[in-house]
């Protein structure tokens, strides 16, 4: 037969594509209703002319603009249905990296983006097919959307897809799952158990991933209002390295390719892996932050369920993992939550500059870190720390976490400015000291442009000062290091006020001696409070006696 001779071939029998069904499918369907093998009618409709000879098209996702048109003559379907019943409709979301998206030219479409075959995609093969048996009792065949490695949930029936026949315990290929029997032991596919997916995050995660694919927006919903404001395509390209990095720490030994990603991890395991991939999206970029700042798969993957609860390990997340151009955002994100680490970007640009972020309001996940609440609220973690001991936030200190409501709350409540009272509940110090620091310059006052008598501290005046004073406190056991001695007795606040004074010091430059450095004092055991903070007594005596020394020798240097 030759090569136009698909126009008269005999097909008995045609009809039309199912609802959702793959290209491949359809060409079994089509198979068996006319008594064809597969191959021979793959033979005759595949080929095409090069300047080497006849090649085969690829039957899962045809390439060839001829070749769309010689199966519109075959099957009498449109060259568009036909397009939209393969995988080339998600290329231009798996089309990640490549500078440009190649396109084919589809009659009825245009120029459309298409697949080609130089590199991997996150696809399986024909012979890795995945399935639901409910799907399958109300109509035999293969969806297109069961062709992704990371669709794992079909969306209709809330359960997790089958990949591997209930009989024999062997992978399905796309022809067994077109017959909805196991080719292999021959029973029913739609006899494998069914396992129900519950979880609302999860369902979230595939229902934004499906309209990606689709070229659809993401659910109107909390969660997807908090997604960063990046293309769908780089949103799904970090969520898929974020995955790759989680698995590298469970096996480090293993190349995860898709044939692999395929065999190697259960279904419901890698829903869980991929679900807590995409949280890091989510309430970006204080999501992201929550992944980049865990050190063990413990306390990464603590919420993802019994699919994962045997994952055990240390974790830490590559430099390299951002080097691609689409994922700028997610370098700044990366250096802003672990500024001391130096991560990899093309430009050559260091760790970008911290950024306060505003926490979107997120009611899956009820604790935060101390340090990403310090971030949501833009202020220095001494101030969480202070606020949970105060009981301004329900938290622990020891463990590091705070109640996210809390934190919600105090974000919508504080403004640029405080009261004196507020910063003296912060710090602990008194309200004529803090006044005394205002007039040194140390905090700022700021106008309200209201008619009130009460002074309204700059918010982030006093912030910087308690990250400073944070800064200057070093423990007794590090006085060594500064060629101290340890025992050396040491002056509460008010006796180390009280002899400041007898140099003609008050409190307010004691304090400010030690924020700008000039002075060393450690912290009580116990206590955030800066008024139980102690100074060492000779070090303070020799700091006083210099300070007298120097304001002596101004006063009599002449004019």
């Known amino acids: 037969m030759t090569l136009g001779a698909t126009d008269g071939l005999p097909l008995v029998v045609r009809r039309p594509l199912g609802l959702g069904e793959s290209l491949y499918s359809y060409f079994v369907r089509l198979a068996s209703l006319n008594q064809y093998p597969l191959g021979g009618l793959l033979g005759l409709a595949l080929p095409y002319e090069t300047a080497l000879g006849r090649r085969l098209d ?33 290329a231009s979301l798996l089309a990640l ?15 459309v983006p298409a697949l080609t075959e130089d590199r991997p995609y996150m696809l399986r093969s024909d012979r890795q097919a995945q399935f639901c048996a409910q799907c399958l ?3 035999a065949g293969h969806r297109v959307c069961w062709t992704p490695v990371l669709a794992l949930v079909c969306l209709r029936h809330r359960c997790l897809l089958v990949s591997r026949c209930p009989g024999c315990g062997e992978a399905v290929n796309i022809a067994s799952v077109a017959e909805a029997r196991c080719r292999g032991c021959h029973i029913a596919l739609a006899q494998a158990p069914v396992h129900s997916v519950r979880d609302g995050f999860g369902l979230f995660a595939q229902r934004t991933l499906l309209a990606w694919l689709e070229g659809r927006p993401a659910p109107a919903n909390g969660w997807a209002a908090s997604l960063p404001a990046q293309p769908p395509a780089a949103l799904y390209y970090l969520a898929t390295r974020l995955l790759t990095a989680i698995l590298d720490q469970i096996n480090p030994h293993v190349t995860w390719k898709t044939k692999r990603l395929c065999h190697a991890v259960a279904p419901a395991q890698l829903l869980a892996l991929w679900t807590r991939a995409f949280r890091a999206l989510v309430g970006w970029p204080e999501g992201f932050y929550q992944f980049c700042e865990a ?14 609860a045997e994952v055990s390990g240390s974790f830490q997340l590559p430099g390299p993992l951002f080097l691609a151009p689409n994922l700028a955002f997610a370098r700044t994100a990366a ?16 760790a970008a500059e911290r950024t306060r972020v505003q926490l979107r309001p997120l009611r899956q996940f009820r604790y935060l870190t101390i340090p990403a609440a310090a971030r949501a609220l833009g202020v220095p973690q001494v101030v969480v720390e202070r606020l949970v001991v105060l009981g301004r936030l329900a938290g ?15 974000c919508q409540r504080w403004g640029r400015t405080m009261t004196v009272a507020e910063a003296s509940t912060l710090t602990g110090l008194a309200r004529d000291l803090l006044q005394g620091l205002v007039t040194r310059g140390v905090l700022q006052t700021i106008s309200t442009g209201r008619k009130t008598s009460a002074t309204r501290l700059a918010r982030g005046s006093v912030c910087d000062f308690l990250l400073g004073m944070a800064t200057r406190l070093r423990p007794r056991r590090q006085w060594v290091a500064l060629d101290e001695r340890v025992d050396e007795p040491t002056l509460d606040l008010d006796a180390s006020v009280a002899l400041a004074a007898q140099h003609g010091l008050s409190a307010a430059d004691l304090l400010t001696l030690l924020w700008k450095g000039r002075l060393r004092a ?10 139980a903070i102690r100074f060492p007594a000779a070090h303070l005596k020799t700091v006083l ?4 020394r120097t304001r002596r020798g101004a006063a009599s240097s002449p004019r």
């Open 58 to 90: 690829n039957a899962f996702y045809p390439k060839q603009p001829q070749t769309y048109q010689r199966l519109s003559t075959l099957t009498r379907l449109s060259p568009a249905a036909l397009y939209r019943a393969t995988p080339h409709r998600y």
């Open 97 to 111: 990296s490549r500078p440009q998206v190649t396109t084919i030219a589809i009659p009825g479409l245009g120029d």
């Open 137 to 139: 009792r109300e109509a």
């Open 295 to 308: 050190r063990t798969l413990e306390a990464l993957l603590r919420d993802c369920g019994p699919a994962v």
């Open 335 to 350: 250096a802003e939550g672990q500024p001391d680490v130096r991560w990899r970007q093309p430009d050559r640009v260091q």
């Open 396 to 410: 622990d200190v020891t463990q590091g976490e705070v109640r996210r409501a809390d934190v919600l709350r105090l």
């Open 522 to 531: 450690c912290p009580q055991v116990g206590s955030l409070d800066l008024a």
């Open 545 to 548: 006696q210099r300070r007298r």
